[in-house]
Each structure stands twice: as structure tokens, then as C-alpha cells.
């Protein structure tokens, strides 16, 4: 795969995004409220299937011990610990919007059904995950405990993030197709 400067630029803006953004969270429980899903959905959108490097970068230096994820930690155990699943998550829930976008990016209705369709990923993947290694820990979850602790009351949050994704993220995806028209 060629990559251009341009293009490794806009993947290297994005990981460090999500390295700025992340650490700042909300404590909520067991799971944090951050704005890390918000910067995910725009790499989605600007960059399509190739935003999942800018995610998988930004794992690599959490999982190397960078204090980029929620509340300034790092290091391999917040990957496999009880809500490693949603951090892991944010993989498949890039490369689903992504694909969906690159599919149909001049159609601005499949922004936030892209974003919607890879959240559901996310949110399946690491509650799956928190259940099985709460249940290891000998505190099982139900589903409905697992759900309200880690999914239900971020939707509200995530609907506002989509909105805010979806629209700056065509406008955005939309100008530098055109600027690269122009340059090229």
C-alpha cells in the first residue's frame, strides 16, 4: 500500500488527537465518559477504512505503557483488563464506519448509520468482553447490568458525538477531496 505524505499526515494528526483527547474523561462507574469515540468517528469519516490506522496507533502506544488512555494510564493491562474490550473495540467499530462511508461518502445519511452501525460493534464486542473477565473476577454480570453499566447510559453522549461526527466529518472529508482535486 502507497501511502503518501499527505495521507500519512492525516493518520498521524488523528492518532495524536485520540492521544490528546482520551486521557480526559469523566468518571462514570466502571466505564469513563470520553470524548476518544468522538475523534474515532471523525477518522472514520475523513480518512474511511485507513482511519483504523490512526486507531491502532493510538492503541500500540497505550498498550506500550503511553498514558494516552482514559484518565492518563497506559500499558497492556487496560487492553485486557474488564473494559479492554471496549478499548479494543474501536477497531472494528473504525474499519465498519469506515467501510460504510467510502462505500457512500457523497450520501450524508450514511455518516451517522455508519457510526451507528460501528458503535454496535464496539458496544457488543466490549460488553461481551467485560462480562466474561467480570464473571472470571468472580462478579458476574447479567446482560441488563453489563448494558446499564457500559453501554445504555453513554447513548445519549454517543447520539450527540454522531451528530457532531457525521456533520463535521462530511464537511471535512468533502473540502479536502476538493483540495486534492485542486492540487492534483
Known sequence: MNLSTRKLTQ???????MCVVSP???PTGLVPLSLATLVLYLAAAVLGTSG???IAVYLLLGAVGLPVFSGGLGGLD???????????GYIPCALVAGFIIDRFENRKFAYPIAMIAGT???YALGTAWFMILMGANGSPYTLGAALWACVIKFL???AV??????????????A?????KKAG
Open 11 to 17: 493518520l498521524a494528526l488523528f492518532a495524536a488527537l
Open 24 to 26: 480526559f474523561t469523566i
Open 52 to 54: 483504523t490506522i490512526s
Open 78 to 88: 487496560r487492553l485486557i483488563g474488564p473494559t479492554g474490550g471496549y478499548l479494543v
Open 120 to 122: 454496535v460493534v464496539l
Open 156 to 158: 445519549p453522549g454517543d
Open 161 to 174: 458525538k454522531i451528530i457532531v461526527a457525521s456533520t463535521l466529518g462530511y464537511v471535512l472529508r468533502t
Open 176 to 180: 479536502l477531496a476538493k483540495n486534492l
